[in-house]
């Protein structure tokens, strides 16, 4: 009977508890703003592609340590003690006597040492040496360019979501437009100086414009959470961004220069060369596995006996050996295979290095060329979008006054809308351009610097 009133206490605390979590688990995440500099220092906090670019970089690290172990002597140590018992006959059996047997026990502990080293390998260890350090810088680069890549789909998403704020605020002035013109036809409809289809026409633009509303913010919510996922961060919690700084995105984008800066700084170029550069010593490496190598070695030894029954020599044994050798594969056709498939993959290699550099160069050049051509774009469309808001306004006073009739302000309010969201998409397309500019020349990275 006394054990009710803690049942029921342990259940109501029970029950607090979790009312408890799954208040903090519904509760909404505190709003964040990231800029667009913070944006990218997030995208390069190791995700899963650079963490694993970077543990490939620690293998050949390890690899290029096995190498240069070949520089250095092996020493080996060896014990093996052991006690022996023997039971054996020693005279045979005559006539007047049985055969006789001799029985010993003994202790024997030995032991010995070997030391080998290769004093001369004319190129061998050098070439392994060189391939695993060549290997390591290319893994580097390969992981600079998932940095690289990481930075740039950050920039990209974080782009459009500002596209996608900006797309929102223009429908919303088109929204408005089209309120303020359905007032006009039902005031005009009230006065009877027209007819209700004009209120019918106004209020059937005005709901097209909230559904495109809608659209917008559906469209915004997606491409944030993209965004947030690009940065690594969880795609429920809520992530506002901010307007770019003027000048962050302003850059010279000329395409001979894009081309130079693309050789000079991107990641795949530099890791095609270190490639060509491993196949070189792979190459060297064959090449001198046909050639000698001198060793030296030595030996040493000491043992003890010691007789605990029977008959025997007990003591102590000692034995020191040492020479220097040459071991040299006067015919091996392996050899020979394994160096022409090396100068092969050095041809690869090379072709390869060449290919790469036509496709920096050639990213390079069309983003430039992309970002003059958005550029062009946002100039007429800003000009368009300045005649057609004027176009709009006398349209309005001219409806508004009877001089016009509906159907004209139907034609200027479609293509004000249409020149605000022309202006949107080409300033979006010129921050997408300039940021692949920035990535093509290898740019990108010292943004975050």
Same mark, same amino acid.
């Given at each position: 009977?006394?054990?009710?009133?803690?049942?029921?206490?342990?259940?109501?605390?029970?029950?607090?508890?979790?009312?408890?979590?799954?208040?903090?688990?519904?509760?909404?995440?505190?709003?964040?703003?990231?800029?667009?500099?913070?944006?990218?220092?997030?995208?390069?906090?190791?995700?899963?592609?650079?963490?694993?670019?970077?543990?490939?970089?620690?293998?050949?690290?390890?690899?290029?340590?096995?190498?240069?172990?070949?520089?250095?002597?092996?020493?080996?140590?060896?014990?093996?003690?052991?006690? $022996?018992? $023997?039971?054996?006959?020693?005279?045979?059996?005559?006539?007047?006597?049985?055969?006789?047997?001799?029985?010993?026990?003994?202790?024997?502990?030995?032991?010995?040492?070997?030391?080998?080293?290769?004093?001369?390998?004319?190129?061998?260890?050098?070439?392994?040496?060189?391939?695993?350090?060549?290997?390591?810088?290319?893994?580097?680069?390969?992981?600079?360019?998932?940095?690289?890549?990481?930075?740039?789909?950050?920039?990209?998403?974080?782009?459009?979501?500002?596209?996608?704020?900006?797309?929102?605020?223009?429908?919303?002035?088109?929204?408005?437009?089209?309120?303020?013109?359905?007032?006009?036809?039902?005031?005009?409809?009230?006065?009877?100086?027209?007819?209700?289809?004009?209120?019918?026409?106004?209020?059937?633009?005005?709901?097209?414009?909230?559904?495109?509303?809608?659209?917008?913010?559906?469209?915004?919510?997606?491409?944030?959470?993209?965004?947030?996922?690009?940065?690594?961060?969880?795609?429920?919690?809520?992530?506002?961004?901010?307007?770019?700084?003027?000048?962050?995105?302003?850059?010279?984008?000329?395409?001979?220069?894009?081309?130079?800066?693309?050789?000079?700084?991107?990641?795949?170029?530099?890791?095609?060369?270190?490639?060509?550069?491993?196949?070189?010593?792979?190459?060297?490496?064959?090449?001198?596995?046909?050639?000698?190598?001198?060793?030296?070695?030595?030996?040493? $030894?000491?043992?003890?006996?010691?007789?605990?029954?029977?008959?025997?020599?007990?003591?102590? $044994?000692?034995?020191?050996?040492?020479?220097?050798?040459?071991?040299?594969?006067?015919?091996?056709?392996?050899?020979?295979?394994?160096?022409?498939?090396?100068?092969?993959?050095?041809?690869?290699?090379?072709?390869?290095?060449?290919?790469?550099?036509?496709?920096?160069?050639?990213?390079?050049?069309?983003?430039?060329?992309?970002?003059?051509?958005?550029?062009?774009?946002?100039?007429?469309?800003?000009?368009?979008?300045?005649?057609?808001?004027?176009?709009?306004?006398?349209?309005?006073?001219?409806?508004?006054?009877?001089?016009?009739?509906?159907?004209?302000?139907?034609?200027?309010?479609?293509?004000?809308?249409?020149?605000?969201?022309?202006?949107?998409?080409?300033?979006?397309?010129?921050?997408?351009?300039?940021?692949?500019?920035?990535?093509?020349?290898?740019?990108?990275?010292?943004?975050?610097?």
């Amino acid at each position: 009977m006394t054990s009710r009133p803690y049942l029921r206490l342990a259940v109501l605390a029970l029950a607090l508890l979790v009312a408890a979590v799954a208040s903090a688990q519904d509760r909404p995440e505190e709003e964040r703003t990231v800029s667009f500099v913070e944006a990218l220092r997030l995208a390069v906090r190791q995700p899963p592609t650079v963490r694993a670019a970077l543990s490939r970089v620690a293998t050949a690290n390890a690899q290029i340590e096995q190498a240069r172990a070949a520089w250095l002597p092996t020493v080996g140590l060896s014990s093996s003690p052991s006690i $022996s018992f $023997s039971d054996r006959p020693f005279l045979p059996a005559t006539a007047t006597t049985p055969s006789q047997r001799v029985q010993g026990s003994s202790i024997n502990i030995d032991a010995s040492a070997s030391v080998r080293w290769n004093l001369y390998d004319f190129g061998r260890t050098s070439a392994n040496v060189r391939s695993a350090e060549r290997s390591r810088d290319a893994l580097r680069e390969d992981a600079r360019t998932a940095s690289l890549q990481a930075l740039s789909n950050a920039a990209t998403q974080y782009l459009t979501v500002l596209g996608d704020l900006e797309a929102i605020e223009t429908t919303r002035v088109t929204v408005t437009q089209r309120e303020a013109r359905l007032r006009i036809a039902q005031g005009r409809v009230e006065v009877g100086a027209t007819g209700p289809n004009d209120a019918v026409r106004a209020q059937v633009d005005l709901d097209a414009g909230r559904l495109d509303l809608t659209v917008a913010e559906a469209r915004l919510a997606s491409d944030r959470a993209a965004l947030t996922a690009a940065l690594g961060l969880d795609p429920i919690a809520p992530v506002q961004v901010a307007r770019l700084p003027d000048n962050l995105l302003n850059l010279e984008d000329d395409p001979a220069v894009a081309a130079r800066e693309a050789v000079l700084a991107r990641p795949e170029f530099a890791a095609a060369r270190y490639r060509v550069a491993q196949a070189e010593a792979q190459a060297d490496l064959a090449r001198a596995n046909r050639r000698p190598a001198i060793t030296a070695s030595a030996n040493a $030894s000491v043992g003890f006996n010691e007789v605990l029954a029977g008959r025997g020599l007990g003591g102590i $044994s000692e034995n020191v050996s040492g020479g220097v050798g040459l071991s040299w594969q006067l015919f091996d056709s392996s050899l020979a295979a394994a160096a022409t498939t090396a100068d092969t993959a050095v041809v690869t290699a090379r072709e390869n290095l060449l290919a790469q550099s036509l496709a920096v160069r050639t990213a390079a050049v069309q983003a430039a060329v992309n970002s003059r051509s958005a550029r062009a774009q946002v100039e007429q469309s800003e000009r368009l979008a300045v005649g057609t808001a004027a176009n709009l306004e006398l349209a309005t006073g001219r409806y508004q006054g009877g001089a016009a009739p509906l159907l004209e302000v139907v034609d200027a309010q479609a293509a004000d809308a249409s020149a605000r969201i022309s202006v949107v998409r080409a300033r979006l397309n010129l921050a997408l351009s300039r940021a692949q500019l920035l990535a093509a020349t290898g740019r990108l990275e010292r943004l975050i610097d």
